[in-house]
C-alpha cells in the first residue's frame, strides 16, 4: 500500500525566488536532495514540462546516491509537479506536488508526496522537512 505525505514550511522569500530555487542547480544543488554529511557532486535540470532532472549526493554510508525524475508541471510562481526516483534503492517513479502561496511577505510551501511506501512514510516526511528547511537557508 502507499501513502501520501505532505508538508508544509513557510519561507522569507517571494513565492517566485521560492519556486526558482527550486529550478536553478546551483541553488537547488544546496539543499535539494542535499544531505548534511554528503557533497553533492552532481546537479542538472531541465526545468520545462517532459525535461529531466537528476542530482547526485555522495553520501559517507551509501556513496553515490542518485536522484532522477521529470518534470510534470511548471507553473511559475505557483507550481511545480514532478515525478522522483532513487535507484539505488528503488526504481519505482513517485509523484511530488508543490505549491507556493503569498503569504504576508514570505511564501507558504505546501509539498505532496504521492506514492510513498508504508515503511518509508516517516522517513520521507522527515527528508521533505530538512530540504524545506534547507531551502530557507538557502535563500
Known amino acids: ?3 501520501t505525505v505532505t508538508v508544509s514550511r513557510r519561507l522569507s522569500a517571494t513565492p517566485e525566488a521560492a519556486f526558482d530555487a527550486w529550478l536553478d542547480p546551483a541553488l537547488a544543488r544546496r539543499f535539494l536532495f542535499a544531505t548534511p554529511d554528503g557533497e553533492m557532486v552532481r546537479a542538472e535540470t531541465d526545468p520545462r514540462v517532459g525535461g529531466a532532472f537528476t542530482f ?11 536522484h532522477v525524475g521529470r518534470y510534470l508541471e511548471v507553473d ?6 514532478f515525478t522522483v526516483a532513487v535507484p539505488a534503492f528503488d526504481a519505482r ?12 511577505d514570505g511564501t507558504l510551501v505546501t509539498l505532496t508526496h504521492q506514492g510513498v511506501t508504508d515503511e518509508h512514510t516517516e522517513q520521507t516526511r522527515a527528508g521533505w522537512e530538512a530540504i524545506l528547511e534547507a531551502s530557507e537557508r538557502s535563500l
Open 1 to 3: 500500500m502507499s501513502q
Open 93 to 104: 517513479e513517485t509523484t511530488v506536488a508543490v505549491a507556493f502561496a503569498p503569504d504576508g
Open 56 to 66: 547526485t549526493d555522495r553520501r559517507p554510508k551509501h556513496g553515490e546516491v542518485e
Open 76 to 81: 511559475r510562481p505557483r507550481r511545480l509537479a
